[in-house]
C-alpha cells in the first residue's frame, strides 16, 4: 500500500469515539503474530484492523441490498 494511503488514513475509536489519523496511533510492530492493532492515543484502546474476509461480506451484502430495492 502506498505510504501516503497510510498515513492520510482517518480512523476512530470504537471505544470512546475520538478521531485521529493511523499514523498517530501506536501500533503493535513489535508484536510477534503481526496482529496490526493500533491503540487509540485518547484512551489507549486498541483497534483491530477489519477483516478481509469480512470487508468482502459486508461489500457483497450491500450490492445485493441495492439490487433488491
Same mark, same amino acid.
Given at each position: %500500500?502506498?505510504?501516503?494511503?497510510?498515513?492520510?488514513?482517518?480512523?476512530? *475509536? @470504537?471505544?470512546? /469515539?475520538?478521531?485521529?489519523?493511523?499514523?498517530? /496511533?501506536?501500533? *503493535?510492530?513489535?508484536?510477534?503474530?503481526?496482529?496490526?492493532?493500533?491503540?487509540?492515543?485518547? *484512551?489507549?484502546?486498541?483497534?483491530?484492523? @477489519?477483516?478481509?474476509?469480512?470487508?468482502? %461480506?459486508?461489500?457483497?451484502?450491500?450490492?445485493?441490498?441495492? %439490487?433488491?430495492?
Amino acid at each position: %500500500m502506498d505510504e501516503n494511503k497510510i498515513k492520510d488514513q482517518i480512523i476512530k *475509536c @470504537e471505544f470512546c /469515539g475520538f478521531t485521529f489519523q493511523k499514523c498517530d /496511533g501506536i501500533s *503493535c510492530d513489535s508484536c510477534p503474530i503481526n496482529c496490526k492493532t493500533v491503540k487509540c492515543p485518547n *484512551c489507549g484502546y486498541e483497534i483491530l484492523p @477489519e477483516s478481509k474476509s469480512y470487508k468482502f %461480506m459486508e461489500d457483497s451484502f450491500r450490492k445485493i441490498k441495492s %439490487m433488491i430495492k
